[in-house]
């Protein structure tokens, strides 16, 4: 298997992650025949129940609000695409990238960032809620796909990489899942690529939504972004035609995602060679994330985040859709701790068993995964379910 592994990873760098010195899976299996671990690994993401219901879970719109607004799962297939370019190019192991990529964010709950706000309210002292964690469960425990075992059993490198953080106390339970965090070492350079790729799509595919709601204007971004308005004068130089139009506006996000990726991939070959990484151990011993932009386009991407929040995120519509978000989670989350019995079959099952062994606890996970598992639309349904009396329950 390893020569086979070799010939399907193709020429991979010093410092990247090599499936045949893989830790291997939590419940051994035989190596696949025609493809490595890690891409058995993204295979079995895309065919898992939580990769279909990204396609109903908001990125910043809620599903209903138009059809071609981002969602969960179009951000995540974004995600994996700029992630793999930059794999590809400095030689990093783009399987594994492309698996972390498309399961970073299984976990996330319905109502974008303000569903998990929400959530974490609710569960507080039981535990709190993080979308992180949540996607290792999904993985580890929830699917419930395979004859042999609960969750995808994923490699130890893409359990890993799915993990951007992870508190103290909770690392401590993770055992050697959790070690990086409690020994303030750094994610394998497969991880760091997936979570700066993140960062690109979620900045540069929000504007081109915003701009679509109306909610952003394409002034106010020129004018508060330079590194846009930069951009998007070359493109109206170039093709005059275009005007202020989707086409200008689609070249002009476009190339600003090809300028951060050709300067994430010069800054980090910079590091690399800096840091004198000659292994995929050398990059977690660095003292520093070897994954990086340059200090102006950081600068750059941290002017674009704070325009997105204060225009976009913080817009009174945006905010409205999320409190709507916010109730109808915790509407939920308070019906079922107060009467498990109205849970589904499978899950009022669940909570017998958790809560005989961890009481509370118990109970409040079990409605935690439940209302997390759920997409926009399921969630609002099932909250006029229980509490619109002509509902049909």
Not at 62 to 86: F, K, M, P, W
Not at 218 to 232: H, S
């Amino acid at each position: 298997m390893a020569q086979l592994g070799h010939r399907l990873e193709g020429d991979l760098a010093a410092f990247a992650s090599s499936a045949a010195e893989s830790r291997g899976r939590r419940h051994p299996e035989e190596p696949p025949r025609n493809r490595t671990p890690f891409q058995r690994d993204r295979d079995r993401i895309i065919h898992s129940t939580a990769f279909r219901r990204l396609e109903y879970k908001t990125q910043v719109f809620v599903n209903h609000e138009g059809d071609h607004y981002r969602t969960r799962l179009t951000h995540s297939l974004e995600v994996a695409q700029i992630a793999r370019s930059v794999a590809r190019v400095l030689g990093a192991n783009e399987d594994l990238v492309e698996a972390i990529a498309l399961a970073h964010d299984l976990g996330h709950t319905p109502f974008g960032h303000a569903g998990q706000s929400a959530l974490d309210w609710c569960m507080g002292e039981l535990g709190g809620f993080e979308h992180n964690l949540q996607s290792l469960r999904v993985v580890e425990q929830l699917e419930q796909r395979y004859a042999e075992f609960d969750g995808l059993n994923l490699t130890f490198e893409a359990r890993e990489g799915i993990l951007k953080r992870c508190s103290p106390g909770k690392a401590r339970e993770l055992g050697d899942l959790g070690q990086r965090f409690r020994e303030g070492t750094q994610a394998g350079v497969e991880a760091q690529i997936a979570n700066t790729a993140d960062e690109i799509a979620y900045n540069n595919h929000d504007i081109d939504d915003g701009l679509r709601s109306g909610l952003v204007t394409l002034d106010r971004i020129r004018e508060e972004v330079p590194l846009f308005g930069q951009v998007f004068d070359e493109v109206r130089s170039l093709y005059p035609e275009s005007g202020s139009g989707r086409r200008a506006v689609h070249e002009t996000i476009r190339r600003l995602i090809d300028r951060q990726i050709s300067d994430l991939v010069t800054t980090t070959r910079s590091r690399l060679e800096g840091l004198g990484c000659r292994s995929s151990d050398d990059v977690r011993a660095a003292g520093e994330p070897v994954v990086a932009f340059s200090q102006e386009m950081a600068e750059a991407n941290r002017g674009l985040k704070e325009l997105l929040h204060r225009e976009l995120y913080r817009h009174f519509r945006v905010l409205r859709m999320a409190m709507k978000g916010s109730r109808v989670i915790q509407g939920l989350w308070e019906a079922f701790m107060e009467n498990p019995g109205i849970l589904p079959t499978e899950f009022r099952q669940r909570v017998e068993r958790t809560e005989a062994e961890r009481g509370e606890a118990g109970r409040a996970q079990v409605v935690a995964d439940y209302i997390a598992g759920m997409t926009d639309r399921y969630a609002i349904r099932e909250h006029e379910r229980i509490f619109d009396p002509y509902s049909r329950p």
